[in-house]
């Protein structure tokens, strides 16, 4: 079934967007199997630093609800059953392992102000803590800087840990409707209105974050004009895009390890 928006990727493969579940259950447990990937995928690409990071994933069916991933366990280690079930109070319903109080603060926020984003991701990554240092915005440097041109925002505020649910809604604040915020001091965010776009987009933040450090520390880099910034935003940013670009990613680790899936 197509979308019925003139996007290059569906137009290309045929590929429908969004996937469609013919039972709540078979889609409750596809967000749970892409999440459990995601955090592998994290810890594959290094990602992890301590047990600072989370992803989570909206419930098909309580849409107050979120899993995530229980702390204190590696990325690389996460299987679908060892997700947690949290809900708007911050309480574990569903598995065992304890609940990261950040992880409530920011992500229980977050989806509150976006009924739409169904994924979101916040991991300590290196040249995205990098980047949120310097307190600005990713330019359109490369083709890929584009997919976040005029859409991610900034929370320049820095008090500590993320604990307080006041500053987690000021989070969603400064995310917006973007696809991403940068958290000043912190790292990065987010989201997507799938799981796989949210894991994605964090994926290729965290190298255009790298990429824009590295470019500015051999010289002046040049920038995309913003009317073909807007237009490539247009062909690598969309959420079809964001979708389409990680499945072969998940396919690799799906393959490579699927004990994932346990």
């Known amino acids: 079934m197509s979308t019925g928006i003139d996007n290059p990727v569906e137009r290309l493969t045929g590929v429908s967007y969004p996937p469609e579940f013919a039972t709540v259950e078979e889609e409750r447990l596809h967000r749970k199997q892409v999440l459990a990937a995601g955090f592998r995928l994290f810890g594959r690409f290094g990602f992890d630093e301590g047990v600072a990071g989370h992803i989570t994933a909206r419930d098909p069916e309580r849409p107050d609800h979120f899993w995530v991933n229980p702390m204190g366990m590696s990325f690389s280690h996460i299987r679908v059953s060892d997700l947690l079930l949290v809900n708007d109070r911050g309480d574990v319903v569903e598995g065992s392992g304890i609940l990261n109080a950040a992880a409530f603060a920011i992500h229980s ?9 169904m994924g979101a991701a916040h991991a300590h990554a290196l040249h995205g803590k990098a980047w949120s240092s310097l307190g600005r915005l990713i ?14 925002g900034l929370y320049d505020d820095f008090i500590g840990v993320v604990l307080d649910l006041e500053e987690g809604k000021r989070i969603g604040a400064a995310l917006g409707d973007h696809k991403a915020v ?28 790298q990429a824009q450090l590295l470019a500015e520390a051999a010289g002046t880099p040049v920038l995309i004009d913003p009317e073909y910034a807007r237009l490539t935003r247009k062909q690598v940013g969309s959420r079809i895009s964001g979708w389409f670009a990680f ?12 004990d994932l899936f346990d």
């Open 247 to 258: 499945q072969p990613l998940y396919d690799k680790i799906a393959r490579e390890q699927p």
């Open 139 to 152: 330019d359109p440097l490369t083709q890929d800087a584009c997919a976040f041109y005029e859409d991610h």
């Open 182 to 209: 940068i958290l000043r001091n912190h790292g990065m965010l987010t989201v997507g209105q799938t799981v796989e776009e949210a894991v994605w987009w964090f994926i290729t933040l965290e190298r255009t974050c």
């Open 109 to 117: 926020q977050v989806h509150a102000a976006r009924p739409d984003v």
